[in-house]
């Protein structure tokens, strides 16, 4: 399959406007690099249609090979519909723009230049975070990482420290349980 070259340079001339005009900031602008838009897309899909053919009849005499293919057909009078629709819609959004501020420029928002001026760096939001944020730190006991404590590994006995209480972890794990015994009897205790 051969490719018109001239037919590639329109269509890249026609992205190329396209493109310009719809970053300008009047909507009469925008809706011509829409209309550009579509039609380059329309040559592009002819491109990708190949030579031309026939008509895609049947017919047993014809080799298929020879015929046209119908989709970009399709998809160009696609194209030209939904084309069509969002033209119609820049038209009226362009006549109410025009009724309500008698001008077709886009304005800055306010709000925009607010948050453009703002520096992006924010102390609280970007401020380095420490590796160990957690009030209870916790290593890993043994190779496999099934196990946990709060003492450095390799320390000796895991143990845990509340206030001026040191404790056993295995003997804290154990107050977890439901029904732990190994707790002394306290006033609450001595009221039941």
Known sequence: ??????????????????????????????????????????????????????????????????????????????SIVISFAVTAFMLGIIYRT????RQDEILDDLEDLRVAETPSFDAEDDAEIPVETSEFPWTMIGSDGTGISDTPAGAGTATVTVGDLTIKADDAAAEEQPGARNVASGPEEDKK
Not at 3 to 22: E, F, Q, S
């Open 1 to 78: 399959m051969s490719v018109n070259l001239t037919l590639l340079t329109v269509m890249g001339a026609l992205y190329a406007c396209a493109i310009y005009l719809i970053l300008e900031r009047s909507l009469t602008r925008v809706l011509l690099g829409l209309m550009l838009l579509a039609n380059a897309t329309n040559l592009l899909i002819l491109a990708t249609g190949g030579y031309a053919g026939l008509a895609p009849m049947f017919s047993k005499d014809i080799d298929p090979r020879e015929f046209n293919d119908p989709l970009p057909q399709a998809l160009i009078l696609t």
């Open 98 to 101: 025009w009724v309500l501020a």
